[in-house]
T-cell receptor, first 114, second 112 residues
Framework: ETGVTQTPRHLVMGMTNKKSLKCEQH?????MYWYKQSAKKPLELMFV???????ENNSVPSRFSPECPNSSHLFLHLHTLQPEDSALYLC?????????????FGSGTRLTVV | DQQVKQNSPSLSVQEGRISILNCDYT??????FLWYKKYPAEGPTFLIS?????DKNEDGRFTVFLNKSAKHLSLHIVPSQPGDSAVYFC???????????FGRGTSLIVHP
């Protein structure tokens, strides 16, 4: 597979559930990102990892927990979410931290919290 | 407070005509600007960028104009094609942070 792959594509979860989103890239990139796209809101940066180290946490609530075991994989662990957390969650990668012109995005996971 | 604003949620244009998508920003530290394009069920893809040292950058049918004094940029698509129908995101970054800040997006529909 090429590019950035996100699984699952769709996820419905209850507020007491625990689930994980997965992102995988085989582009040889060293930086990986989680973004959140809510309806009628800008694309919001959540977390940045560079060489497996978290370099940015954009004031994200602790019910979202990222994990980057290696430079090819990025997870977002979810627990006790709220209905307002329903959104499209996008993963991206880039060779290194760049100005945005080198980002490759995945297709996203559409999350619905019920 | 939004630092990158796309005030038009949607735009409808006839095939062959010009599409103009607008973007305003508030942070005077932004010095690099980008446009991304997103089709349904796909992730955004980089389209074109411009540095603050320029006021225009062209790539085929796509041209981005930057007006620093007005803190405004625009994307022109000429001629528009039905395949251009997508959501277009404006983004901007500052030299220190590098990570782009995105707008809400504008949905462009090009009618045959």
């Amino acid at each position: 597979e090429t590019g950035v792959t996100q699984t699952p594509r769709h996820l419905v979860m209850g507020m007491t559930n625990k689930k994980s989103l997965k992102c995988e890239q085989h582009l040889g990139h060293n930086a990986m990102y989680w973004y959140k796209q809510s309806a009628k809101k800008p694309l919001e940066l959540m977390f940045v990892y560079n060489f497996k180290e978290q370099t940015e946490n954009n004031s994200v609530p602790s019910r979202f927990s990222p994990e980057c075991p290696n430079s090819s994989h990025l997870f977002l662990h979810l627990h006790t979410l709220q209905p307002e957390d329903s959104a499209l969650y996008l993963c991206a990668s880039s060779q290194d931290r760049d100005r945005g012109n080198g980002y490759t995005f995945g297709s996203g996971t559409r999350l619905t919290v019920v | 407070d939004q630092q990158v604003k796309q005030n038009s949620p949607s735009l409808s244009v006839q095939e062959g005509r010009i599409s103009i998508l607008n973007c305003d920003y508030t942070n005077s530290m932004f010095d690099y600007f980008l446009w991304y394009k997103k089709y349904p069920a796909e992730g955004p893809t980089f389209l074109i960028s411009i540095s603050s040292i320029k006021d225009k950058n062209e790539d085929g049918r796509f041209t981005v104009f930057l007006n620093k004094s007005a803190k405004h940029l625009s994307l022109h698509i000429v001629p528009s094609q039905p395949g251009d129908s997508a959501v277009y995101f404006c983004a901007a970054s500052a030299g220190g942070s590098y990570i782009p800040t995105f707008g809400r997006g504008t949905s462009l529909i090009v009618h045959p």
